[in-house]
């Protein structure tokens, strides 16, 4: 291998493997050393392949390189135990948003959150905030998210874009259970809402009497059916009565179907009232047995089906207001009445508890309405002496 070797003045010296180790002269007098040959480069592999067989699909430089990602990303840090507990609040609150129309009324658990106090959700937040911006600003992220998934669809804040539009008030209907009408005066009531109807539940006694009286001195239109009533400012053409649903020692609810004439159209109004899960709930939450509140889970779904077949298909315009005691995330309440439009959820705003209860509210009072007929407002009254508050809505044709 030839060795070419540059002296100081410019001459350059050509010698071979051999003559390694010796010295030359150079013209300007200058002695030099001849070095050794550099050592030959090292051979390249190769890879010794079948003929016809393909080449690896990725070069060797690219695995590498998914390897090197692969290391870093293992050598990550793990992430602090507030940003851990930030995500795993979000996902909490997802689960109970999905789980509240697919579970509720259909497993236990599930239907104890769903008629509970939902705000609950929000206490962890107490602590998590305060550490997140003390230490871990990340963690507000998930946080915030997780925050907005309760106050909205666990907690069932609507805003109402029917509402927003704005539209005429063809009809004003009135759902109120009244609580056996013991401390309710109908006559200021009927003022303040200013309906045309009013269909009115758990209407018992000198309440019940009181109606039936007012279709004698005034302008009303009236019926009574056990705890149902009905008034209208409408005729009533026809009335039909459903209470099929008392069975296996216990009481599914009552329905009343009545076609109204309004001008040149006929109206369809249907009150109902079904089973409360009250003592079921009350035996769970007091450390009880969960029998009583699984059957009735069973009563109230199978009294909704009765009350659905009963009712068969209503053409024309329906408006259903009544006591269904089950809101509207609840699975059984879509699988019935899904076909219905919430008069709430379209035209209300808020989150619209009509149940009072000691620290919460939970709106199990609907209007819901099909055909040619479309809410336009929709809100929850003042207190009037029941432990529910009324749902007034305003309707337009369509």
């Not at 990725?58 to 840090?77: E, G, Q, V, Y």
């Not at 004003?172 to 006559?187: K, P, Q, T």
């Not at 909704?304 to 995330?329: C, I, K, Q, Y």
Request: aromatic fraction near 8%.
């Amino acid at each position: 291998m030839p060795i070419t070797v540059r002296c100081a003045c410019g001459e350059s010296l050509h010698a071979d493997e051999r003559h390694a180790g010796r010295t030359a002269r150079c013209r300007c007098g200058r002695t030099l050393t001849i070095p050794a040959a550099p050592p030959p480069p090292p051979a390249r592999p190769t890879h010794s392949r079948r003929p016809g067989r393909p080449r690896p699909p990725f070069p060797i430089r690219l695995r590498s390189r998914w390897t090197d990602a692969r290391n870093a990303f293992a050598r990550r840090p793990p992430l602090h135990w507030s940003e851990r507990a930030a995500w795993g609040y979000l996902l909490l609150s997802l689960l109970a948003a999905a789980a509240l129309p697919t579970l509720g009324d259909r497993w236990w658990p599930v239907t104890v959150f769903l008629f509970g106090p939902r705000w609950v959700l929000l206490l962890p937040l107490l602590a998590l905030v305060p550490i997140a911006l003390r230490w871990r600003p990340k963690a507000l992220g998930p946080l915030g998210l997780g925050a907005l998934v309760v106050l909205g669809p666990v907690m069932g804040w609507h805003l109402g874009w029917r509402g927003l539009l704005g539209g005429s008030r063809d009809l004003r209907v009135v759902s109120y259970n009244v609580a056996n009408g013991s401390r309710i005066e109908l006559g200021p009531a009927l003022e303040l809402w200013e309906a045309d109807v009013v269909a009115l539940q758990e209407c018992g006694g000198a309440l019940s009497n009181h109606v039936r009286a007012m279709a004698r001195t005034t302008q009303w239109h009236t019926h009574v059916f056990h705890d149902l009533c009905l008034l209208t400012r409408l005729p009533i053409v026809a009335t039909d009565t459903f209470t099929g649903f008392r069975y296996g020692g216990g009481w599914g609810g009552l329905v009343t179907r009545h076609t109204l004439q309004a001008g040149d159209r006929s109206l369809t109004v249907v009150n109902l009232h079904f089973d409360t899960p009250r003592r079921g709930l009350e035996r769970v939450r007091a450390g009880g047995g969960v029998r009583e509140l699984t059957t009735n889970l069973r009563l109230r779904s199978d009294a909704m089906r009765h009350a659905r077949t009963w009712l068969g298909p209503m053409p024309g315009p329906v408006v259903v207001a009544g006591d269904f005691n089950t809101p509207s995330e609840s699975a059984i309440f879509r699988e019935h009445w899904g076909d219905f439009d919430d008069a709430f959820e379209e035209a209300g705003r808020g989150y619209g508890g009509t149940r009072v209860l000691r620290r919460y509210r939970v709106r199990i009072d609907h209007l819901l309405s099909a055909g040619a007929i479309v809410p336009t407002h929709v809100e929850v009254g003042g207190d009037l002496g029941s432990d529910h508050l009324p749902v007034i809505g305003d309707f337009a044709w369509e």
